[in-house]
């Protein structure tokens, strides 16, 4: 098998203008997005107060892929990620079905995305059709990725930094009433009452996890940000080591105040839980403040995963797997041939919003979620074959960042992802997940055997 060298040259075009800071943030800004503002009033309505459970055992299995991801990316920093590292390590086929699944799961989040957009401007525009706030945003987000990666990572820089403000604005706040003013009607009793901490056991608790995954996902996006950073080794090692911390911490402590403050059946999936609570403690326009910020959130996830779906269909055009033009840079190393195809997910939502408004945003999440939890399953899976092929490709010398406990940790979050893809089948209101993925890999498998194995064969 040809080295891994061969991979990274035929993705070589790209910019290298993403500093270490703007790293953590795009991370940062895909991940705290629609899945915290309004992802988790989904999650509090399965689990109630246990929600932060669910979230904690989210955050591990975050953590795990981490650890994975940041020892292979040190290794090969390169745009296709860990689309590239199964291609390489495991076989073409395992790069080709997991760079789509994932491509096409991010391509309907970005939807979701936009469609959560469509539902925060409802709060000053009830009488605008959401669909109208879909296409508005759509054209703005991605004239802002078809500008140059160096854009994209200021305009990403600066979302994700008012966001990281407001989420600890609303943790200074929250903690103020919960700690200082106590007003009826608040406080961790919130916790236990309306059928204590387990109000549907602990298998609502499991079902959790589901949206807690998917609030997590764009953590694996630094890896693919690796092939446009300035000094890709420092930048990834400084970037993982600080964007899990800081998600746990804004997860975890947001929610467990949000709790604390809003009885868990009453979070609703109306408007952000972020939002009622500040309508319950009547901040005199503290609603419509955070109403803009969490469409900020929303924007900036947005515009994290437009970019990640570029560059995961750059990769699979310069690999071969889609049309040339896809993997084809302007002067400004932009490649708007996959920036132009990976705005499906805007044209779907736009298409929902039109036909089904009041289902879409669960239905968009639902069926993107395969894909998403499927790649994360690889990257796992990748690492296994991973570590000791390099290590029997390159005796004697020692990875700049290794995963802790491997192989047991891997084991882990390998199973424990597993079993969160196999749980959606249980669930009324995730089943269509693996439904609809399973034949979606099928399809992906036959495609490759089809056409891309016998072309390959011949060449």
Sequence with gaps: MADFDSIQQRETGLHQHLSSAQMTMIAIGGAIGTGLFMGSAFAIGFAGPSVLISYAIGALIGLLLMGCLAEMTVAHPTSGSFGAYAEHYISPLAGFVVRY???????????????????????????????????????????VNATSVKAFG????????????????????????????RPEGVGFANYTERGGFFPNGWWGTWVGVIVAIFSYLNLESIAIA???AEKPKQAVTKAFRTTVLRLVLFYLLSLALMLAIVPWDHAGTDKSP??????????????????????????????????VTSRMMFSLSRGGYAPKAMGQLNKRGVPLGAIAVSCLGMAVAMVLNVFRPEQSLELMMSIAMFGAMFAWLMVFVTHLFFRPRWQREHPGQTLEFRMWGFPVFTLLGALLMAGVIVTTLFTKEFHTTTLVGVPFLIILVLIYALWYRPRATQA
């Design 226 to 228: 690796a092939g446009e």
């Design 274 to 307: 972020f939002v009622k609570v500040m309508e319950i403690l009547n901040i005199p326009g503290a609603a419509g403040v955070l109403n803009f910020v969490v469409l900020l959130a929303s924007l900036s996830a947005m515009n994290s995963q437009l970019y």
């Design 154 to 181: 200021q305009v990403e820089y600066v979302f994700s930094m008012i966001k990281v403000a407001s989420i600890v604005a609303f943790i200074l706040i929250g903690a103020y009433v919960v700690f200082g003013t």
């Design 101 to 143: 699944a994932y491509w096409a799961a991010v391509v309907l989040a970005v939807g979701m995305e936009v469609t959560a957009v469509g539902k925060y401007m409802k709060f000053w525009f009830p009488a605008v059709d959401q669909w109208v706030w879909v296409a508005l945003f759509s054209i703005v987000l991605a004239a």
